[in-house]
């Protein structure tokens, strides 16, 4: 079964930046396309950048241009570098592979806050 460990949220003002780190216990790691998802207080768990074996992304349209997402296969990690942030940002981001299901399982997601 895979597993995944999110870090490197927190509290951070409008207009800087975070990275996100997701470790993946899986031995095809670097077979999967793999994903950055976000909830929000209230409101239902929506994916906002996707990136596949073969390095291709993709991002939701409320992040292009603000946010990147890579992987480092030999680390079996996919990063998340957020920047220019802003309020509506905030939410609890996790990572899975692209298509993860709500019952798949899932890591405890890292917190980023953006708040003046």
């Known amino acids: 079964q895979v597993q995944f460990v999110e870090s490197g949220g927190g509290l951070v003002q409008p207009g800087e930046s975070l990275t996100l780190s997701c470790v993946v216990d899986?031995?095809?790691?670097?077979?999967?396309?793999m994903a950055w998802y976000r909830q929000a207080p209230g409101k239902g768990r929506e994916s906002v950048a996707i990136?596949?074996?073969?390095?291709?992304?993709n991002y939701a349209a409320s992040v292009k241009g603000r946010f990147t997402i890579s992987r480092d296969n030999a680390k079996n990690t996919v990063y998340l570098q957020m920047n220019s942030l802003q309020p509506e940002d905030t939410a609890v981001y996790f990572c899975?592979?692209?298509?993860?299901?709500?019952?798949?399982?899932w890591g405890q997601g890292t917190q980023v806050t953006v708040s003046s």
């Open positions: 990136i596949n074996n073969e390095y291709s992304t």
């Open positions: 899975n592979q692209f298509g993860a299901s709500l019952v798949s399982p």
């Open positions: 899986g031995s095809a790691f670097s077979t999967y396309a």
